[in-house]
């Protein structure tokens, strides 16, 4: 199994629909992230989390929610999605200081028509 | 804050040509690490190498070798020989430990330098 995982892969959505993007970990590790992933603009980080009662926007986090269910678990919430919010989304985790790297899944595809 | 520019959007090099990315940072910590991450076609991200601040030492893997200059904040990395399968996205990355500037122990990205590799 990867160490972070991601569901759905692949996701078409209509504008206004709520849609919850999930995460899940098996590094043991407290720190959890959410990026989203423009072409031209890299990785910008939307929510990130350093453990289970401790969340906190990152720079672009208008229009998502996010719920830290436990260490292993971390999902990213549009309420009413809209079509600038398509996007491949990244999950990812880190140690407590980020020495050895970030793991991140796979991504989710998402698209909002 | 942090920034973190890969200033070249794209390269195109014939095989077994030699390339180097460009990645210039700017951090006011003193403490930091600095990352390269490859984004194959396929979408997935792949950790290459981890740099701390401490350690000017460039690093070399194979074809890969990574020049780390504090003097000028640049962490460039080098591919010798370059082949078809190095074509993909590569993103520089930045953390600081925000001991000075707050906010820190976040990975911040450049905007990445897609290579592309022809026969």
């Known amino acids: 199994d990867a160490d972070v995982t991601q569901t759905p892969r692949n996701r078409i959505t209509k504008t206004g629909k709520r849609i919850m993007l999930e995460c899940s970990q098996t590094?043991?590790?407290?720190?959890m992230y959410w990026y989203r992933q423009d072409p031209g603009l890299g990785l910008r980080l939307i929510y990130y989390?350093?453990?289970?009662?401790?969340?906190n926007k990152g720079e672009i986090s208008d229009g998502y929610s996010v719920s830290r269910q436990a260490q292993a678990k971390f999902s990213l919430s549009l309420e009413s999605a809209i079509p600038n919010q398509t996007a491949l989304y990244f999950c990812?985790?880190?140690?407590?200081?980020?020495?050895?790297?970030?793991?991140f899944g796979s991504g989710t595809r998402l698209t909002v028509v | 804050a942090q920034k973190v520019t890969q200033a070249q959007t794209e390269i195109s090099v014939v095989e077994k040509e030699d390339v180097t990315l460009d990645c210039v940072y700017e951090?006011?910590?003193?403490?930091?690490?600095l990352f390269w991450y490859k984004q194959p076609p396929s979408g997935e991200l792949v950790f290459l190498i981890r740099?701390?601040?401490?350690?000017?030492q460039n690093e070399i893997s194979g074809r890969y070798s990574w020049n780390f200059q504090k003097s000028t904040s640049s962490f460039n990395f080098t591919i010798t020989a370059s082949q078809v399968v190095d074509s993909a996205v590569y993103f520089c990355?930045?953390?600081?430990?925000?001991?000075?500037?707050?906010?820190?122990?976040?990975?911040?990205f450049g905007t990445g330098t897609q290579l592309k590799v022809e026969l």
């Open positions: 951090t006011r910590d003193t403490t930091y690490y």
């Open positions: 740099r701390n601040s401490f350690d000017e």
């Open positions: 590094k043991g590790h407290d720190r």
């Open positions: 989390s350093f453990d289970v009662k401790d969340i």
């Open positions: 990355a930045l953390v600081h430990r925000g001991k000075l500037t707050g906010g820190g122990n976040k990975l911040t």
């Open positions: 990812a985790t880190s140690d407590f200081q980020g020495r050895y790297g970030y793991t």
